[in-house]
């Protein structure tokens, strides 16, 4: 008997119920799960750090410059997972050399450059521009190298230049913001736009995303702060920290409104699918969506963030909470992209059966390639940390 | 314009040069003959080994197995569905006529009890509307463990083969 009618009857001993065989595999792995949780990552991070750009909130000034630089470090890494996915590193850029506005994946290309180059890289350029410039002149060998030639073996570090700097990186901050919401949009869209799958197919999608884009983020940058800090020995700014952790509460309150609208809506109009979806959440996807999405990630990060707008304990006691919170909700929203990539793929398009999600600890698909991917934008960043020390910057005050 | 804008407008307009030089060096040969695809991808598909063969090249050899299913329940389902792909045994078996079958041209003979409830087992997640006046294309469920279990005492019948014939049921 050949081999793969061997696999086929194994696999059909795992499924329940029917399932076409198409549906049987899943074919968006856990790599695809990291796809929209390290761009969401990006997105978040750089909409904290138009916080304080934009939007003037100047106690958030210590992670700003971080804020960019994770922004920017997982930006890279962004299209990696899809790559190893695809299984075809030779092809990989095909994706980016031709784009096309007709299908939400091929748009892919327009929608990566768009936002690496023009925003993320303009930003952090004109940002670092005139310590790029100091520094070149102060350090020796490699690192001199390096420091001219990212700024471009410019010399000009006039008043008038830097204010135009500021000026331009303003206003590039400016598009930014709605560039930063199409891109995690986009990657809601992709999900929302499947018809077929009524896991998937909401317009609240994009919108979902991007709370928990924000959330991500916003819980990873607070998570480096007091990492980075405890590392460079220096005291941790409390004021910062509690103003993060206010805004993370406001956008955890909307993107828990608004899963919580998306879930009754569903179970308010019980379309066909009602009772495939309602047995896949209290069987399948039971631990990963109550449990660590909704418990972990969501209710208890929600309560304590909401107690401690009303009641503030001992800065000690908030400095261990700000370590755990971000924790829990990092790990709930990378449940939520779980839930939605592979919850998405566990129940048969026709209702009558759902099948299994197995993924191993290495090949290109497991749970190592996963986790290399994950770790690679942390070492991204502590290079470029090194290299361009948000720390030692001139102050300067955004205007 | 200040020195460092113009450098930087430069390196963004070499950026978008090379972009576009390497788009025509890199693009595959055949993108965009069909449409905003390689067109190549479809023929490399082709290529891609056959394992099932149509639904008919069985009957050229096993008539009888062909008249006898088609009087029964199972009429509608075609052979490879139980047998698996056979398009290596429907090429290469004649050879081997009245003998015993090289392994590599061997096919499933799903026999054992958890084969025919694949399509049997009773499911609570398989259509459960039933339309009386209609000749439905519903599956029959029946339980496994219930339906006329092994009893390897007795040394009753225990596959599901013992008591109905896989071909007419």
Not at chain 1, 70 to 75: C, I, L, P, Y
Not at chain 2, 6 to 22: C, E, N, T, Y
């Amino acid at each position: 008997m050949e081999d793969h009618l061997q696999n086929l009857y194994e696999v059909l001993s795992k499924v329940e119920g029917y399932v076409y065989p198409n549906e049987i595999e899943l074919n968006w792995s856990i790599l695809i799960v990291l796809y929209p949780y390290i761009t969401g990552l990006v997105a978040g991070a750089f909409i904290l750090a138009s916080l304080e750009r934009i939007f003037k909130i100047k106690v958030l000034k210590p992670t700003y410059g971080i804020a960019l630089l994770t922004a920017f470090s997982f930006m890279l890494v962004a299209t990696m997972p899809l790559v190893s996915h695809l299984g075809k590193p030779l092809r990989a850029y095909e994706i980016m050399i031709t784009p096309h506005s007709s299908s939400a994946m091929a748009i892919f290309g327009f929608v990566y450059l768009w936002y690496l180059m023009v925003v993320l890289f303009l930003e952090i350029w004109f940002d670092y521009r005139r310590d790029m410039v100091i520094w070149g002149n102060e350090s020796k060998g490699v690192k001199r190298f390096l420091y001219k030639l990212l700024s471009l073996w410019t010399t000009d570090i006039s008043p008038k230049a830097v204010a135009l700097d500021d000026r331009i990186g303003y206003i590039v901050t400016v598009i930014g913001i709605p560039s930063a919401f199409l891109l995690h949009g986009y990657v809601g869209f992709i999900f929302g736009s499947i018809k077929a799958n009524p896991w998937w197919s909401t317009v609240l999608m994009p919108v979902i995303f991007l709370f928990s884009a924000m959330v991500s983020g916003i819980a990873l940058v607070m998570l480096i702060y007091i990492v980075l800090t405890k590392v460079r020995k220096q005291l941790i700014d409390m004021e910062c920290l509690d103003t993060i952790a206010k805004y993370l509460f406001y956008i955890l309150v909307i993107d828990f409104a608004l899963e919580g609208l998306d879930q009754i809506h569903r179970i308010y109009v019980a379309e066909e699918s009602f009772e495939a979806l309602h047995k896949l959440v209290f069987g399948k996807l039971f631990y990963t969506l109550f449990i660590y999405q909704g418990l972990l990630g969501t209710v208890v990060p929600l309560l304590t963030l909401g107690t401690l707008q009303f009641y503030k304990p001992k800065a000690s006691i908030r400095k261990i909470i700000y370590i755990i919170l971000p924790v829990l909700v990092l790990m709930g929203i990378f449940f939520m992209r779980w839930n939605v990539v592979i919850g998405g793929q566990l129940f048969s398009k026709s209702f009558y059966g759902y099948t299994t999600f197995k993924t191993g600890l290495i090949g290109m698909e497991g749970y190592l390639m996963a986790a290399t991917w994950l770790i690679i934008p942390f070492l991204i960043l502590s290079f470029l940390l090194w290299l361009l020390p948000p720390w030692n910057k001139i102050e300067t005050s955004h205007e | 314009m200040p020195q460092h804008i113009k450098r930087l407008i430069s390196v963004f307009a070499i950026f978008i040069v090379l972009f576009l030089v390497m788009r025509q060096v890199l693009k595959p040969s055949s993108f965009g003959k069909l449409g905003h695809f390689r067109a190549d991808a479809i023929y490399e598909n082709t290529l891609k080994p056959m394992h099932y063969t149509i639904a008919d090249s069985c009957t050229k050899c096993h008539k009888s197995v062909r008249a006898e299913k088609d009087k029964g329940f199972h009429k509608r389902l075609k052979c490879e569905v139980c047998h698996g792909p056979g398009l290596k045994h429907s090429l290469f078996a004649e050879q081997f006529k009245g003998k015993e079958l090289p392994d590599s041209l061997k096919l499933y003979k799903p026999g054992e009890r958890k084969d025919c409830g694949v399509c049997h087992q009773k499911n609570a997640a398989r259509i459960k509307i039933q339309f009386d006046t209609i000749n439905t294309t519903m599956v029959h469920q029946i339980d496994l463990a219930e339906h006329n279990p092994p009893d390897l005492k007795a040394n009753e019948p225990a596959n599901c083969i013992d008591c109905h014939n896989p071909h007419q049921p």
